[in-house]
């Protein structure tokens, strides 16, 4: 059984309603590990230690955060700023993120149609995380598309929210059991945008 750690990056929680949602659902989840990063350091002032060595614990790592700006909330950034040291996460002696599995999990204002290069937005959500993407590589992970739960803004209907959750739920269950076909998940736009088809026969 893998385990994941999921660094949560929200900073307006008690307004939130996908975010809530979403994490509220992996309290049942067995072998994972919630960082709530904007309750534990309200001031910015990051761990180091302490961040690497959940990071060294886990196998998968997730952030899970609101879209702000086409990119994230300003913790997840002073996060990778701080604790992706030269010599622990990348370079020569840098190793301690090699294999890890990377994962976004985003919630976006606008909806999916407009993340298209015909659309408002006109970037797609893969372009927009490619920072994350290469940071992924450089740190020797596993990237995965993100898991993006989009049209936040038009309202989601109670039925839509519960089947994202679900969709999170079981995508999460399926990373820590290693039922993830990881090759093809890479391929994808978003990793929940034909989840069944990612997840190995079986589950
Ligand atoms: C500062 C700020 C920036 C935002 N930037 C974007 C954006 O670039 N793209 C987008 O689709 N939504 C954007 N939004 C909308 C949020 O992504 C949306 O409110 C959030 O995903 C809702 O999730 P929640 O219910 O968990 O709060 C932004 C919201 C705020 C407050």
Redesign the pocket.
């Known amino acids: 059984m893998k385990k994941i750690l999921i660094n949560y990056a ?1 900073p ?1 929680k008690s ?6 949602s979403l994490i509220k659902t992996t309290n049942s989840l067995e072998g994972l590990t919630v960082n709530d990063l904007y309750a534990n350091y309200p001031d910015f002032l990051i761990d180091v230690e302490r961040e690497q060595a959940l990071c060294e614990a886990h196998d998968i790592i997730i952030f899970q955060h ?5 990119s994230t909330p300003a913790i997840m950034k002073e996060w990778l700023d701080l604790v992706l040291e030269h010599g622990w996460a990348y370079g020569s002696k840098g190793h301690q993120l090699e294999g890890k599995i990377f994962l976004q999990a985003i ?4 909806d999916a149609e407009t993340y298209q290069p015909s659309g408002y937005n006109e970037f797609t959500y893969a372009e927009l995380t490619t920072p994350y993407r290469a940071t992924a590589k450089l740190c020797n992970m596993t990237w995965l598309p993100p898991f993006v739960v989009s049209g ?2 038009r309202g989601l209907a109670q039925d839509e929210l519960q089947k994202h959750t679900d969709d999170y739920l079981k995508t999460l269950t399926a990373l820590r059991d290693d039922q993830i076909d990881l090759v093809l998940a890479g391929q994808q736009e978003t990793l929940n945008s034909d989840l069944n088809s990612v997840i190995k026969a079986g589950m």
């Open positions: 929200h307006a307004r939130s309603t996908v975010n809530r609101p879209f702000y700006w086409y919630s976006s204002g606008a936040v803004h």
